[in-house]
C-alpha cells in the first residue's frame, strides 16, 4: 500500500513492538510509510525476547527501553523524546500482559498478586504513561493518544479470563483522560481489534477457537494486523482531529452481530451428528 503522507512532519512514540507478529510492529510500519518520526519503546526484558532492532533500522527510529508500568523509567523517556524531538504529536500504547491466563490459572481462582500484575502492564500503564507525557510537557497540543482493546472488555469470552478486565480498566481510562486532555485538543481513542495472531494472543487457550468463531460471524472477516496500522494511522492523522473518547470497533462487523449462517450451519450439524449417537 502506498503512503499518502498522512502523518507527515508528525514525532510520536510507539510503545509495544516486540516482533513482525505486534501489533505496534504493523503500526510503527503504517506510521513510517505516512511520513512519520518516532521512537520505539518496550520494556528492557524485551531486548532478549523480540527483535526491534529489526523494525527501528526499518523505519529509521531509535529504540528507548522502558518498563511501562516503572514511573522513573517513564519520566526519563519522554525527557529524553523532548530533547531529540521537541513536543512529540502522537502516542501509541499498545502493551498488554495477562499474567494468569498465560499460567491457566481459571478467573475464579487468581492469583491476586498476578491479577494485579496484569492491571498495571495492560492498563494502568496506559495512565501512567498519558500522566509523564503531560508533566514531562513532552505531548503537544492537538496531539493523538491511540490505545489497543478488544472486545473481551465488554463481554465474556471465557479464556480471555483477567484480560476482560483489563481491557475493561483502559477504555475507561481513555474516557477519563478524554474528558481532562479535551481542554488542550489533545483526542485519546481506544482501537477494539479483531483476534489476531499475536505473540500475546498465543498466549490465550483457546484462542485458535476465538479467532475462528470471530472469522465465521464477522461480515468482512477478521480484521489482519495490517488493516488495523492503516485504521490507527487515521486516528492519529489531523483527520480525526474531533474524534476523542471512543473504543472503535475495527472487527470486520463483528461487534453488531448475533449469528452468522455460518454459525447456524455449524451448529445444526453438530447438533445433527449429536443426535446420531447411539445411546448404548
Not at 513510517?32 to 523494525?55: I, K, M, Q, T, Y
Not at 472469522?215 to 480484521?223: H, I, Q
Not at 488493516?227 to 489531523?238: E, M, N, P, R
Request: net charge negative.
Amino acid at each position: 500500500m502506498d503512503g499518502h503522507d498522512l502523518l507527515d512532519g508528525k514525532t510520536g512514540i510507539i510503545f509495544g513492538p516486540l516482533n513482525e507478529d505486534s501489533i505496534a510492529w504493523s503500526i510503527a510500519q503504517a506510521c513510517h510509510r505516512e511520513g512519520a518520526e518516532f521512537v520505539l519503546s518496550n520494556a528492557p526484558v524485551a531486548r532478549r525476547l523480540g527483535s526491534l532492532d529489526e523494525l527501528a533500522d526499518e523505519t529509521d527510529s531509535d529504540i528507548i527501553w522502558a518498563d511501562a508500568t516503572d514511573d522513573e523509567d517513564l519520566e526519563e523517556l519522554f525527557e529524553e523524546v523532548k530533547d531529540a524531538y521537541g513536543k512529540i504529536d502522537f502516542i501509541v500504547h499498545s502493551i498488554g500482559m495477562g499474567v494468569n491466563v498465560r499460567k491457566d490459572v481459571p478467573y475464579e481462582d487468581l492469583n491476586y498478586n498476578w491479577y494485579e500484575q496484569t492491571l498495571d502492564v495492560s492498563a494502568v500503564s496506559l495512565h501512567r504513561i498519558v500522566k509523564h507525557a503531560l508533566d514531562t510537557e513532552a505531548i503537544d497540543d492537538g496531539g493523538s493518544i491511540l490505545a489497543m482493546s478488544y472486545i473481551g472488555a465488554q463481554r465474556i469470552f471465557s479464556k480471555y479470563s483477567e484480560m476482560g478486565d483489563a481491557k475493561a480498566l483502559l477504555e475507561s481510562i481513555v474516557r477519563s483522560f478524554g474528558y481532562r486532555l479535551g481542554k488542550r485538543d489533545i483526542r485519546i481513542n481506544a482501537i477494539s481489534q479483531s483476534p489476531t495472531k499475536t505473540t500475546a494472543g498465543s498466549g490465550i487457550e483457546g484462542f485458535d477457537a476465538m479467532y475462528e468463531f470471530a472469522e465465521r460471524v464477522s461480515p468482512l472477516g477478521n480484521a489482519s494486523a495490517d488493516s488495523c496500522a492503516d485504521y490507527a494511522t487515521t486516528l492519529l492523522s489531523d483527520y480525526a482531529r474531533m474524534v476523542t473518547m471512543q473504543t472503535l470497533y475495527h472487527d470486520g462487523g463483528f461487534s453488531s452481530m448475533g449469528i452468522s449462517d455460518q454459525i447456524v450451519k455449524a451448529m445444526e450439524d453438530s447438533f445433527a451428528e449429536e443426535g446420531d449417537e447411539d445411546p448404548s
